[in-house]
C-alpha cells in the first residue's frame, strides 16, 4: 500500500547536535510538507516542497534545514541553532490539486536530553 | 485568503451522546474542506472531505459533515459517542498561496468521551 513512512518514531538529541528526520513516500506526490506540534498549539508548517530540488520556508523555518533531491524523499535536519526542538514532527505529502487534501506520516517525537 | 476557527479547543461528551464539533471557515474562492482525526502520537488520518456537490458528507468511523455556505461552516457531528472517539480533530479549509496546494488548519478540538 502506498503511504508516508516516517523514521524514527522516537528521537533523542543532546544539546549541540543536529538530528535529520526522515521522510519517505510512495505515494508519487509532487509535494511533501513539515510540521511541528506542540501541545495546544496546532500544526506549524516548517519547511515545504513542491517540486525536486526546490522547498521554501514556512512559518517556523528558522534552525532546520532540508533537501529534495528525490521525489519520494524529503528529510528534515534540526540544527543545533533550534533552541527549542523538543516536539513531534509531522511530514506530509499531496497533489498539486488542493481537491486532495494531505496525506500524513505517523511521526517522530523528538526529545531533548 | 483562507482561514478556520475551531470553537472550543475541549469538547467532552458521555458515551452514546451525540458528537458536534464546530468549525467555521472563511475563504475568496470556493472552499474545499476537511476534517482530519488525529489519536495520541499518531499522524492525522482524513475523516472526510467537501469539494462540491452534496453538501452532507459522509466520512469514517460514522462521522459526518455539512457544508452550509451561508454560515461559512463545516462542523462534524457524530449520533452516538464511542470512547475510541476519544481524539483531537483538526478542520481544515484549502487554498493557494505562491501557486501551492495549501491546506490551513483550524488549532483542533481535542474530544474526550466518558463513560
Known sequence: DGGITQSPKYLFRKEGQNVTLSCEQNLNHDAMYWYRQDPGQGLRLIYYSQIVNDFQKGDIAEGYSVSREKKESFPLTVTSAQKNPTAFYLCASSTTDRVDGYTFGSGTRLTVV | ?115
Open chain 2, 1 to 115: 485568503a483562507q482561514s478556520v476557527t475551531q470553537l472550543g479547543s475541549h469538547v467532552s461528551v458521555s458515551e452514546g451522546a451525540l458528537v458536534l464539533l464546530r468549525c467555521n471557515y472563511s475563504s475568496s474562492v470556493p472552499p474545499y474542506l476537511f476534517w482530519y482525526v488525529q489519536y495520541p502520537n499518531q499522524g492525522l488520518q482524513l475523516l472526510l472531505k467537501y469539494t462540491t456537490g452534496a453538501t452532507l458528507v459522509k466520512g469514517i468511523n460514522g462521522f459526518e459533515a455539512e457544508f452550509k455556505k451561508s454560515e461559512t461552516s463545516f462542523h462534524l457531528t457524530k449520533p452516538s459517542a464511542h470512547m475510541s472517539d476519544a481524539a483531537e480533530y483538526f478542520c481544515a479549509v484549502s487554498g493557494f498561496s505562491g501557486g501551492y496546494n495549501k491546506l490551513i488548519f483550524g488549532a483542533g478540538t481535542r474530544l474526550a468521551v466518558h463513560p
